[in-house]
């Protein structure tokens, strides 16, 4: 069965500095999206992106973060200078269309020290 | 307000017995539930949908049943198995958006 993956699996960063998240969400879908789960908490929309651009985004997603979809296959976030309070795990996610059921990837935990 | 509510953080049940899930939701607008499932360190596994339109959705063990008029969704699994224990999170796609709103997830035990 086709699935959305997700590298690294896990990442450390230190405070203040970028890192690139990298996904490939399932080939033929359309809508693409990335969530976070800070320990103990619920999952978090972040963003979605369709058709090459932006097509909603939560207000976590501040100008710190960008999403690109660089070569048709790899789908991307960016975080350019990282905080502590952004430690979590950040899932990828794919649907073939809009309000179909979403495939998540294994997620990358990112840790911000 | 968009919200989906868990307000049960866990559950234990015996193998073979029912496990049941349950989740409201505040907004009436919200027209599309989900139920995902999620091990540890594994992204969210789709479960389990039901649109508005329908008040029961049936997929082997597992069976969704929604009250619009109480905004309240629940999961169903019999018989529980212990492969079945996982985190189980209700979301919604929060009525006109494609973005999902989550729970703050059950975690079931099912015991052997």
């Known amino acids: 069965e086709p699935e959305v993956t997700q590298t690294p699996s896990h990442q450390v960063t230190q405070m203040g500095q970028e890192v690139i998240l990298r996904c490939v969400p399932i080939?033929?879908?359309?809508?693409f999206y990335w969530y976070r789960q800070i320990l103990g908490q619920k999952v978090e929309f972040l963003v979605s992106?369709?058709?090459?651009?932006?097509?909603?985004k939560s207000e976590i997603f501040d100008d710190q973060f960008s999403v690109e979809r660089p070569d048709g296959s790899n789908f991307t976030l960016k975080i350019r200078s990282t905080k502590l309070e952004d430690s979590a795990m950040y899932f990828c996610?794919?649907?073939?269309?809009?309000?179909?059921?979403?495939?998540f990837g294994s997620g990358t935990q990112l840790s911000v020290l | 307000d968009q919200q989906v509510k868990q307000n049960s953080p866990s559950l234990s049940v015996q193998e073979g017995r029912i496990s049941i899930l349950n989740c409201d939701y505040t907004?009436?607008?919200?027209?599309?539930f989900l139920w995902y499932k999620k091990y540890p360190a594994e992204g969210p596994t789709f479960l389990i949908s039901?649109?508005?339109?329908?008040d029961k959705n049936e997929d082997g063990r597992f069976t969704v049943f929604l009250n619009k008029s109480a905004k309240h969704l629940s999961l169903h699994i019999v018989p529980s198995q212990p492969g079945d224990s996982a985190v189980y999170f209700c979301?919604?796609?929060?009525?006109?958006?494609?973005?999902?709103?989550f729970g703050t997830g059950t975690l079931l035990a099912v015991q052997p």
């Open positions: 996610a794919s649907s073939p269309d809009l309000n179909e059921k979403l495939f």
């Open positions: 080939s033929n879908h359309l809508y």
């Open positions: 992106f369709y058709n090459n651009e932006i097509s909603e």
């Open positions: 907004n009436s607008m919200f027209d599309y």
């Open positions: 039901i649109s508005s339109i329908k």
């Open positions: 979301a919604s796609n929060g009525g006109a958006t494609n973005k999902l709103i």
